[in-house]
């Protein structure tokens, strides 16, 4: 078993100094994601159209489905057409497309107490019941007030909170694993067993947490997940769970197979593959040609000694490349690998490279809106900036004692 050493007595992350560049750059980027916003309702383009109706957003998605889960079918929220015909009573309008229900019936405990909420009340209480995890988890994983700066800072922010979708909440439970996993294990297995809810963003957990040998976070996060799944059943029946596997091999077909979302709308290598004319065999292989190397890597770096700040933000980096289904508001995750990079550059230095690379990454998420998926870009560019810090630290440490490698985790206070 690997061990982690803990350089974080007391609360000494609040010494260090920020640039005043960079803390004006990321004030900017809040106050675009504040403006957009802003003006997407003044121009009745968010919330409410012009004639005060409700605006379909994939937030309907969830309140249609809690809406028959309280009212006793939960079964059918996972059916598009059962599911549509109750967002179009609700809106009081039809709309064009779907916002279909592909969550796993735990979820439906959460949907289930916004759908008693009014409409936009529910879309702007969801917004905000889920924002402040997010901001708690990266103002601790960078060490400083800072970190809330830089999750407001992030472009995907403003789009996240638009659709009311669960970018902030996924960032929050991947982000919360990572900080408690040194010092709190049994908390960080509970953050991870209700990441369940999205389970195609842990595929590479258990893998991490098995190679650094971190037992009681694996137990931990069962149990949850044990506990999540038998609250459910009791709740909605075990009908729920047969509706659930049964519409996902459609969600798959109609999303992955046959790309009706529109491929450029994903941001995986799968659906890059597909975008540029690819068939769904190369598109395949490419892919878990791509997950079996980045296993293989995360593998090796969290059964080493490598400092922790390394580790986390390599896994929470691979999550969002080894999925081939992840859409534009998931992308909010990837604020946890650059949290942790800010760690390490606000207490060791910023590499001349490594700031500049950020903002071409942000530079690629822009472009994502003008109809192509660069926004997996911005992915890549984060993970190159992980792999260089890793590969100078393995190159430095290669021939030392591998005791001596300090290994900087997040301090729990």
């Keep these: 078993m690997t061990t982690t050493s803990v350089d974080f007595p007391g609360n000494r992350s609040n010494q260090v100094d920020v640039p005043r560049a960079l803390r004006k750059a990321c004030f900017a980027l809040c106050a675009i994601n504040l403006a957009i916003c802003l003006l997407a309702y003044l121009t009745h383009a968010w919330i409410f159209d012009r004639d005060g109706l409700d605006i379909p957003t994939d937030f309907i998605s969830f309140w249609g489905a809690g809406h028959l889960a309280v009212n006793g079918a939960p079964s059918e929220a996972f059916d598009w057409d059962l599911l549509k015909r109750v967002q179009v009573a609700k809106l009081g309008h039809d709309f064009d497309g779907n916002f279909p229900w592909h969550y796993p019936p735990p979820f439906l405990l959460v949907a289930s107490l916004l759908s008693l909420l009014p409409y936009w009340a529910a879309?702007?209480?969801?917004?905000?019941?889920?924002?402040?995890?997010?901001l708690l988890v990266t103002r601790a994983i960078v060490g400083h007030n800072f970190g809330v700066l830089l999750a407001l800072a992030v472009p995907m922010v403003s789009m996240n909170a638009m659709v009311g979708q669960t970018g902030f909440l996924s960032a929050a439970l991947i982000g919360g694993t990572l900080y408690f996993l040194p010092l709190r294990p049994a908390l960080a297995g509970i953050c991870l067993g209700l990441l369940t809810y999205k389970p195609q963003l842990g595929l590479l957990f258990p893998l991490a947490v098995l190679a650094g040998g971190h037992w009681r976070v694996l137990v931990s996060a069962s149990l949850t997940t044990i506990v999540m799944v038998v609250l459910s059943s009791l709740a909605f029946g075990t009908e729920s769970w047969f509706a659930f596997f049964h519409w996902l091999s459609q969600s798959s077909l109609v999303v992955l197979s046959e790309g009706q979302l529109s491929w450029w709308k994903l941001l995986s290598i799968y659906t890059a593959v597909r975008y540029f004319g690819g068939s769904e065999q190369l598109a395949w292989i490419c892919h878990f040609a791509l997950t079996g190397a980045i296993s293989v890597v995360v593998a090796v770096m969290w059964r080493s000694r490598m400092p922790y700040a390394l580790k986390a933000a390599a896994l929470s980096s691979a999550t969002l490349l080894v999925t081939p289904y992840i859409a534009i508001y998931d992308m909010v995750v990837l604020t946890i690998p650059i949290a942790f990079l800010f760690r390490i550059g606000l207490r060791r230095g910023f590499r001349r490279y490594e700031l500049p690379t950020l903002v071409a990454a942000i530079g690629m998420i822009a472009l994502y809106f003008t109809g192509n998926?660069?926004?997996?870009?911005?992915?890549?560019?984060?993970?190159?900036?992980?792999?260089?810090?890793?590969?100078s630290w393995w190159l430095?440490?290669?021939?030392?004692?591998?005791?001596?490698?300090s290994a900087e985790a997040p301090s729990p206070t």
């Design 373 to 391: 998926p660069s926004a997996l870009g911005a992915t890549l560019l984060v993970s190159a900036l992980i792999l260089a810090r890793a590969v």
């Design 396 to 405: 430095q440490n290669k021939a030392s004692d591998p005791v001596t490698a």
């Design 123 to 134: 879309h702007l209480g969801w917004v905000l019941a889920s924002i402040v995890p997010y």
